[in-house]
């Protein structure tokens, strides 16, 4: 995949100003292939539970250069100090992903939730077709929380152990994609910044629905290839 730069920037509005069109190569950023791969594959996973998965229409102009600003803006207002440029889709990307399937996840999670205990309590050992048809997906995630539920958390040691069950309750399909994109190895670094919380929070931002119902796979993929 070609890699893309452009200059720095002189001068800006917030990072996170909406309405400010930014590239997401800017100020030196690339995203090299390695770092794109576990991107397009968690965007071939279908979202709907079905073999085609859904069509939408194309993402307005605006709507792609507001989610292209809030994504990048993230970057800049949380990463800025604790990784170099080129690592901050190791964050990102990942993040991107993981707030889209919860998104996805999140109106069936009771409904995994009871069918793990059952399946469970049943000693079924092979329980994948089962929850992928309670979550109504190809993927689930069996953890007690949600991303809303990390919002808030005691202590930093508490959100980091809190997020990580988080991320393994994810089903195999997807704990695929998150080994590839290897970001687990960030999470400490994010934990000692008492990053963690700001992150996920930046991510829930009611004005960016990063969901299917907001953006497409195709028009998520080009948020990063431009």
């Not at 194309?58 to 990463?79: E, P, R, T």
């Not at 089903?171 to 695929?176: F, I, K, R």
Request: charged share 25%; aromatic share 8%; hydrophobic share 40%.
């Amino acid at each position: 995949m070609k890699q893309c730069r452009v200059p720095n920037r002189t001068h800006c509005g917030t990072a996170t100003d909406p309405n400010l069109v930014q590239s997401p190569f800017r100020a030196g950023i690339k995203i090299d292939a390695y770092q794109m791969e576990p991107l397009r594959k968690a965007l071939r996973l279908p979202l709907d539970g079905s073999v085609h998965g859904r069509n939408f229409m194309s993402m307005d102009q605006a709507i792609h250069n507001k989610i292209v600003s809030f994504i990048w803006g993230i970057a800049d207002d949380v990463l800025r100090d604790l990784f170099k440029r080129g690592k901050y889709p190791d964050v990102i990307l990942p993040m991107c992903v993981i707030r889209r399937m919860d998104a996805v996840l999140e109106p069936t999670k009771k409904k995994v939730l009871d069918t793990k205990k059952m399946l469970d309590e049943a000693r079924i050992t092979e329980q994948r077709a089962a929850l992928c048809d309670a979550a109504g997906q190809a993927f689930y995630n069996t953890s007690k929380f949600t991303l809303r539920d990390l919002k808030s958390r005691g202590s930093q040691q508490q959100l980091l152990a809190d997020f990580e069950d988080y991320l393994n309750g994810f089903s195999p399909n997807v704990q695929d994609i998150l080994d590839n994109f290897k970001f687990r190895n960030q999470l400490q670094t994010l934990s000692k910044a008492d990053a963690i919380g700001t992150l996920i929070n930046k991510f829930l931002d009611p004005d960016i629905d990063l969901s299917p119902a907001g953006i497409d796979n195709h028009s998520m993929g080009t948020v990063f290839e431009e």
